[in-house]
């Protein structure tokens, strides 16, 4: 009898170490990185007012040193909102914090470690968003900062000068989709090498790993754009934009440009800076439409959006 039960002890510790076993690998699995296809991730739902109801997947943003604004303080398994934002292929995912969000060209892939939202449209199909975090992106910045038009919209042919590894650029290939085109070039080979592994799985990157100052050295990979969109964070900033319209941009085109005053010059107050950098557009034929601060997401820095060799209003009849 004895023996028996010592038995029965043994199997009900096994069976129970079996259990703890199985719930600590349901509570990594609600963690991973990777978008698991079932009813816990993926939720077919839409609220009354026809806003998709999703589930934050949440990703650890192992790239980021600044830990909790990966992904603005989303948590795995919470549900969320996603609304459709004013700028035209970036969504606004409503949780207990709002944030900025891009539809995922690629699903089940992250970029950056970035979070991830995943629902069931209407037909049943699985749609990704991506949270889009500004305090590691200029132009995700610009857009909390108020800027009018971003002048990237799903289409859109753009021309991004200092693509870096590939973040923002990753997030205008969301926005501008399988029609459009995102040229990125980045002059780092080290950086350079991250953008390629970028472009490899989304066919609407162009990576080019040159100079930005010399553009006839990759003008026959370029084509006509529609915006050029540019955070080279160099002294001589507004020549190289201009350098690139020339053989690029279309007349009626938008220039995008992240201006870190310190870059330029050290010595002076940054609103000189930036009014600077204004006058160098407007000598090169670009006419100033908007202008906005960076606060609280990057110190001294602005993003000026100009309207280069605009069409001239016919006179009124």
């Given at each position: 009898?004895?023996?028996?039960a010592a038995?029965?002890?043994?199997?009900?510790?096994?069976?129970?170490?079996?259990?703890?076993?199985?719930?600590?690998?349901?509570e990594?699995e609600?963690?991973?990185?990777?978008?698991e296809?079932?009813?816990?991730?993926?939720?077919?739902?839409?609220?009354?007012e026809g806003?998709?109801?999703g589930?934050?997947?949440?990703?650890e943003d192992?790239?980021?040193?600044?830990?909790?604004?990966?992904?603005?303080?989303?948590?795995?398994?919470?549900?969320?909102?996603?609304e459709?934002?004013?700028?035209?292929?970036?969504?606004?995912?409503?949780?207990k914090?709002?944030?900025?969000?891009?539809?995922n060209l690629?699903?089940?892939e992250?970029?950056?470690?970035?979070?991830?939202v995943?629902v069931d449209d209407e037909?049943?199909?699985?749609?990704?968003?991506?949270?889009?975090?500004?305090?590691?992106?200029?132009?995700?910045?610009?857009?909390?900062?108020g800027l009018?038009?971003?002048?990237?919209?799903p289409g859109t042919?753009?021309?991004?000068?200092?693509a870096?590894?590939?973040?923002?650029?990753?997030h205008?290939?969301?926005?501008?989709g399988?029609?459009?085109?995102v040229?990125?070039?980045?002059?780092?080979p080290?950086?350079?090498r991250?953008?390629?592994?970028?472009?490899?799985?989304?066919?609407n990157?162009?990576?080019?790993?040159?100079?930005a100052?010399?553009?006839?050295?990759y003008?026959?990979?370029v084509?006509?754009?529609?915006?050029?969109?540019?955070?080279?964070a160099q002294?001589?900033?507004?020549?190289?934009v201009?350098?690139?319209?020339?053989?690029?941009?279309?007349?009626?085109?938008?220039?995008v440009?992240?201006?870190?005053a310190?870059?330029?010059?050290?010595?002076a107050?940054?609103?000189a800076v930036?009014?600077?950098?204004?006058?160098?557009?407007?000598?090169e034929?670009?006419k100033p439409?908007?202008?906005?601060?960076?606060?609280?997401?990057?110190?001294?820095?602005?993003?000026?959006v100009?309207e280069?060799?605009?069409?001239?209003?016919?006179?009124?009849?």
């Open positions: 009898m004895v023996a028996a038995a029965s002890k043994a199997v009900e510790e096994v069976l129970v170490t079996k259990v703890e076993e199985e719930d600590l690998e349901t990594v609600e963690e991973a990185s990777v978008i296809e079932d009813a816990a991730v993926s939720v077919d739902a839409v609220d009354r806003h998709h109801v589930v934050v997947v949440h990703v192992e790239a980021s040193p600044r830990g909790g604004r990966g992904g603005g303080g989303m948590k795995g398994g919470k549900k969320v909102i996603i459709p934002h004013r700028y035209e292929g970036v969504f606004i995912v409503k949780g914090e709002d944030a900025l969000a891009t539809r690629v699903v089940g992250s970029v950056y470690g970035e979070k991830r995943s037909t049943g199909t699985s749609v990704e968003y991506r949270i889009w975090n500004p305090f590691r992106s200029k132009l995700a910045a610009a857009m909390m900062g009018g038009h971003v002048h990237i919209t042919k753009l021309l991004y000068l200092g870096a590894s590939g973040t923002t650029v990753s205008c290939s969301d926005i501008v399988p029609e459009g085109l040229y990125a070039v980045e002059f780092s080290r950086s350079g991250d953008l390629l592994n970028v472009a490899k799985k989304r066919p990157i162009i990576p080019i790993v040159e100079d100052r010399h553009p006839h050295k003008r026959m990979l084509g006509m754009v529609d915006t050029i969109f540019s955070d080279v002294p001589d900033q507004a020549r190289i201009a350098l690139n319209a020339r053989y690029f941009l279309k007349n009626g085109g938008h220039a440009i992240s201006i870190k310190n870059c330029v010059d050290s010595t107050e940054p609103e930036f009014a600077g950098e204004v006058n160098k557009l407007k000598e034929k670009f439409r908007e202008q906005v601060t960076l606060e609280p997401y990057e110190r001294d820095h602005a993003v000026v100009a280069y060799r605009p069409k001239k209003k016919s006179a009124a009849s």
